[in-house]
């Protein structure tokens, strides 16, 4: 079944977070491939209507919720993940099945 990997979180150091967006898209983008996924939101452009505002909201879709989770620890993503962990804060992360 179809799941999303759903993120949002504020940059709390911009230099350090270039070097994760754009720095290693190639990497977030490679490893989302490897497991089936496809990026579908990366932006921090949006219309809040409720709630607390974040700076970046990502969406990725994978094939499965497994899918999700083995790129979130894959070990080839991991240190683009420390980048994106160490450069923000207030962060949310959930996979959630299609309905």
């Known amino acids: 079944m179809t799941a999303y990997f759903v ?5 709390t150091d911009p230099l350090k977070y270039a070097q994760y967006n754009p720095g290693s898209n190639h990497i977030t983008g ?11 939101v990366a ?3 949006v219309l809040r209507l409720h709630g607390a505002e974040t700076a970046m ?5 994978f ?3 497994e899918a999700a989770q083995a790129w979130d620890n894959d070990a ?8 994106r962990l160490a450069s923000t804060k ?7 099945d299609k309905l």
């Open 57 to 61: 909201k990502v969406i990725i879709q």
């Open 30 to 40: 490679s490893t989302v491939a490897k497991h089936g996924g496809e990026i579908i």
């Open 90 to 96: 207030n962060i949310n992360a959930f996979i959630v």
């Open 7 to 11: 993120i949002t979180y504020d940059i």
């Open 43 to 45: 932006s921090n452009d």
């Open 63 to 65: 094939p499965s919720r």
């Open 76 to 83: 080839d993503y991991a240190k683009a993940k420390a980048i």
